[in-house]
């Protein structure tokens, strides 16, 4: 059910490419601040702060933002005007997740770095599937079905106390995408969802808040856009109305955040969830790769009839993008079928196998933290205990809600750490 790219992919194929279970593509932060080695210049410019001030502004302003990145971490001279051009970066929306913000935002809860996301300006607040409010109640960072206020003001006071979490966690945000990305939540030429936009109507002075969610393009079963409301507001008294706006903007990259550094046994444990979360983007991204392979060999090789690859099905196509829209309606996508070189499938295969090795990277290492925890008893697990409730009480980057022993990331982790078979080695 990818998201199928307005443009006919004709570049190589980038294995690190990242995309959710939608098809929604993501650039992780790693690669966003990775200066592109055709543009590296290593010519010195000791002349650059004698220039006057609106000279050395302007120069920075058109840095990319991989050299103003670089410029953050060398110089002191260019310190902070780099940083503060890197945050506000409008072609750059950086992805937090809308349930972590409803939960509190407590850094212990989040693999996120807390310290970037405070200085971020754009951002894109992601609440998975069904919305803002489909989790009436929060305990430690997890749902709580079973406990749901009366739903006759509870839709504001939540409103409220999101945008005072944000506003704690992200106080540099003045502009707030909020989406929700269940699939077939809306049909392509239906209004902005009215939960997205009830909490865009209750933002505080100073943040402009739009609405975004996929839709089902008119036609179609699966194939997904997606679409982008913004308020117009006739005075705060009055409410506002919704149009929809063009959200196809190739200059406007979704970033994923840098991820907080993982010291210590807790971060050792919560490193874990951040390289699921790596593979689940990867694998995701896999469909969309395939895709993309086979639209960029059929464009590239225009001469040979384009009849679909997949086993039983013989539509043929005027061209590849025809049949990338058509796979992705159907779901070929999720099928195996033949590629048309061996080069392709023998990249495929590698990719695979790649996959396969981080996989088991995640099972080894929790394997490594189980011998670590040691007998149960013995004074290895004694002093792996200490240390593990010693960092939840004192390291900031891994605040809690709860005290130390009744948060849940301690149960998690004795769950983890006393069972032979985890979460992590079914998935």
């Known amino acids: 059910m990818p998201l199928v790219s307005q443009r006919p992919c004709t570049d190589p194929l980038n ?30 410019f000791p002349q650059f702060l004698r220039l006057p001030r609106e000279l050395q502004l302007r120069i920075l302003r058109s840095c990319s933002s991989a050299t103003l990145f670089q410029l953050m971490h060398v110089s002191s001279a260019t310190r902070d005007e780099a940083r503060k051009l890197f945050w506000s970066d409008p072609g750059a929306r950086y992805v937090v997740d809308g349930a972590w913000l409803q939960a ?22 992601d609440f998975g599937t069904g919305g803002p409010f489909v989790r009436r109640a929060w305990d430690d960072g997890e749902p709580q079905y079973g406990r749901r206020p009366s739903p006759a003001d509870a839709a504001e ?10 506003q704690r966690c992200l106080p540099c945000a003045t502009n707030v995408v909020l989406k929700d990305s269940e699939l077939g939540h809306t049909k392509e030429g239906d209004a902005a969802p009215a939960v997205l936009t009830l909490l865009a109507e209750r933002c505080p002075a100073g943040i402009r808040a739009s609405a ?23 005075g705060r008294s009055q409410p506002a109305t919704w149009n929809r706006v063009d959200s196809f903007d190739d200059t406007t990259q979704s ?32 469909r969309l790769l395939l895709i993309q392979a086979m639209e960029a060999y059929y464009t590239q090789n225009p001469q040979t009839p384009f009849v679909c690859p997949v086993p039983e099905c013989d539509f043929r196509f005027e061209t590849p993008r025809a049949w990338a829209v058509h796979a992705t309606d159907e779901l070929h996508d999720v099928m195996d079928f033949k590629l048309p ?20 990277d995640i099972a080894d290492t929790i394997i490594r933290l189980r011998l670590e925890w040691g007998e149960e008893g013995s004074e290895q697990r004694r002093k792996r205990e200490e240390e593990f409730l010693h960092q939840l009480q004192h390291d900031p980057a891994y605040a809690q809600a709860k005290p130390p022993r009744e948060c849940a990331v301690w149960h998690r982790y004795l769950i983890e750490m006393n069972n032979e078979k985890t979460a992590y080695s079914e998935q």
């Open 341 to 360: 070189t061996e080069t392709l499938e023998m990249l495929f295969s590698e990719h695979d196998a790649r996959l396969a090795r981080m996989e088991q």
């Open 255 to 286: 970033v994923l955040p840098p991820a907080k550094t993982f010291r210590g046994p807790v971060g050792a444990f919560c490193r874990i969830d951040y390289n699921v979360r790596r593979l689940s983007y990867l694998y995701g991204a896999r």
């Open 104 to 125: 509190g935002g407590f850094s212990g809860h989040t693999v996120d770095d807390v310290a970037a996301l405070a200085l971020m300006k754009h951002v894109e607040v």
């Open 15 to 44: 294995w690190n490419l990242y995309a959710d279970f939608s098809g929604e593509m993501y650039i992780p932060f790693h690669d966003y601040v990775q200066p592109e080695q055709t543009c590296q210049v290593d010519v010195p």
């Open 157 to 166: 006071r939540m409103a409220d106390a999101f945008w005072q979490t944000l």
């Open 212 to 234: 975004s969610c996929l839709q089902v393009v008119a036609g179609c079963s699966y194939l997904m856009r997606e679409s982008l409301w913004q308020p117009v507001w006739h």
